[in-house]
């Protein structure tokens, strides 16, 4: 039941719900540092390091708590070299492949990417590729989970991004202080300070182009024009909703045919207690996650999971400001597949089905407790963000949806119409979107010298 809240109250609790974010650190800083700005010295103390459980099953007595450091202990030398192997594919990816561009496949030549593109087992997936490292089931999981965060299934996702475990268990993931607000608020001031001009609420309807060259773009409120246009709005949406067709790179039937990376069932619950069992992350497994999978990225299976795994995030377990004193903050998430029907009706039977699952495995009542609800599902991603089938986080990470085979930075019909974000490479995630960014700035600072 959601009570009356006084009114500072519901201000705290809506301003950090949606500001929850946990982030590889180390691209952020890169990022900044392009702009001539060293984080670590304007701050040491701005990212913090946090930590997190992971609960498996769902029956009460196979209920366990791994913390990672504990795993780590009990499976010393196989995760070890696991590591070990993660943190070399991730060296050559940071150095040789993920700053790189890719037009064609002449772009892969490179002589330490053909040298040691062996190492990287492109042709076998994540799930074959874990199978033959590890025999404990709950091992797998935990060197598997982290490639939901990019879209993908063990199962549909190349080997080589178990580079994901080298940035999970051993780079670590950091909150920023004042969750992802703060780092956008930060770029924000930074764009401004450096002459950038913002229109907000002011949607393009149109991207106008005249003689194969975009001139500007119309808003509902008039026209702007422009030398260079860059899209970092949902790609398929620009394409098939603000280009005329004669000037799409690609048509509807290319994205038809496209993996699609997850949606999302997400709750935002501020509660007047403190749930000291969970976490800042936590993650309840199911036991037949397998199964979940399926229902995420097979078309024939798709539906509302009947028995979700599920990921918990308390920022509050490690920055007190982010709930009010005595209170919680908490974001539930569950992947959803792409294109579901999403109804009022149907969200909330889904939210007693996570709320009954989640008391029974804390063993409290957290529904009494809640002062603020607010779901976010299919329809928000459509509605909010012109999201291609309501998906969270744009393509998967398959093979062949991989580095050249993403969506171009760079219109093959328009010529000065570029576009960044989570469809192009190298993919999904902030720090993945910065290193997009990265690249199309300079290529545009190179191709348009005048306009720096």
Known sequence: MVGILRPERREVFTRLLLGFVDINVDTVIDAYRALGIDLREEDEEAFKDDTYAILRGYREHEIGQFEMGNVMAQIPEVLRRY????????????????????????????????????????????????????????AKKIVEYSIGFLGGSPKNTPSFYHIMSHIDLTMGVFYPEGGMRAVVGALHRLAADQGAAFAFDEPVTRILVKDGTAIGVETPKGSYEADIILVNADYPFAELHLLDERHRTYDAKYWDKKVLAPSAFVA?????????????????????????????????????????????????????????????TLFILVALAPGLEDTPERREAFYTKIMDDLERKLGEDVRSAVEVKRIFALEDFAERYNAYMGTALGLSHTLFQTALWRPSHKSKKVANLYYSGHYTHPGIGVPMTLISSTMVAKELAERYPQTR
């Open 83 to 138: 590591l070990a192997s993660a943190e070399e594919k991730y060296d050559l990816s940071i150095n040789e492949l993920l700053y790189r561009d890719y037009r064609s496949v002449f772009d892969f030549l490179n002589g330490r990417l053909i040298m040691e593109g062996a190492k990287l087992h492109v042709f076998e997936n994540l799930d074959a590729f874990v199978n033959r490292h590890f025999d404990s089931d709950e």
């Open 268 to 328: 935002y619950l501020g509660v007047n207690k403190r749930f000291e069992g969970l976490a800042h992350h936590t993650l309840f497994l199911d036991e037949n996650w397998e199964e979940g999978f399926d229902t995420l990225f097979d078309p024939a299976k798709a539906a509302w999971p009947e028995r979700p795994s599920y990921y918990v995030n308390v920022p509050s377990r490690t920055d007190p400001t982010a709930a009010p004193e005595g209170s919680d």
